[in-house]
């Protein structure tokens, strides 16, 4: 599997930026601190998510960012991304793996402590995206926040590496980091902004502060 860091997430959907905007977040995002990122399409086609992640990954890929593509495994497949990130309802991990092979990054939505407990020790995924820890407007359909007790607790269990998503922002992302996540994963606090490139970089800072 190719080595990955969750420190700084970057979720790129369409749904809040252009595909310019995004390269031109691409282009900046390993002088902002990402570490990996990811293809959020909602309601595209197969044939979208291919044009805007075949446009992305030559300029992640020269930066040594991994590149996830979310739910769309025939996507990920065609250009040959690093891996995916599926939800509960997108279909067994093992099934992921036999399309995707065994080198792929795989992360897996965890919304409970019970949904944790059903893939300990059983699920080959990369790692866990754990939310939405605060309300969010980036998912119409979220479950109810978790808030930092309970991500603590899942954290706390989880034999994977994990990624705290929903809600983060530069004003509560060091709470976020002090319950022992791996990292966190940004969408509107960045794509939402009136300067996306300047929160993109300014939002490295203080992670990397968090982490320290």
């Known amino acids: 599997m190719k080595p990955f860091d969750l420190r700084y997430y970057l979720i790129l959907d ?54 996830i593509i979310n739910d769309d495994i025939k996507a990920a497949c065609c250009v040959a991304v690093d891996g995916v990130h599926v939800g509960q309802s997108d279909g067994s991990i093992s099934q992921v793996r036999r399309q995707l ?42 479950p109810s926040a978790l808030g930092l007790t309970a991500l603590r607790c899942i954290v706390e269990k989880s034999i994977y590496p994990s990624v705290a998503i929903g809600g983060i922002t530069q004003n509560n992302v060091a709470d976020v980091m002090r319950t022992g996540v791996d ?20 939002l490295g800072k203080w992670i990397g502060e968090a982490c320290e």
């Open 101 to 142: 092979g065994e080198q792929a990054i795989v992360g897996l939505t965890i919304e409970s402590l019970a949904q944790l407990d059903q893939i300990q020790e059983k699920s080959s995924v990369s790692y866990i995206g754990i939310g939405p820890v605060f309300s969010t407007a980036s998912k119409m359909d979220a």
């Open 14 to 67: 369409n749904q809040y930026a252009s595909l310019d905007a995004m390269l031109s977040l691409a282009e900046s995002a390993k002088e902002a601190g990402v570490t990996i990122c990811q293809l959020r399409m909602k309601a595209c086609s197969t044939k979208t998510r291919i044009h805007y992640a075949t446009a992305l990954k030559p300029i992640l890929m020269q930066q040594g960012i991994p590149f």
């Open 183 to 202: 990292g966190v994963a940004v969408i509107s606090a960045i794509l939402c902004a009136e300067n996306a490139l300047f929160s993109m970089k300014h």
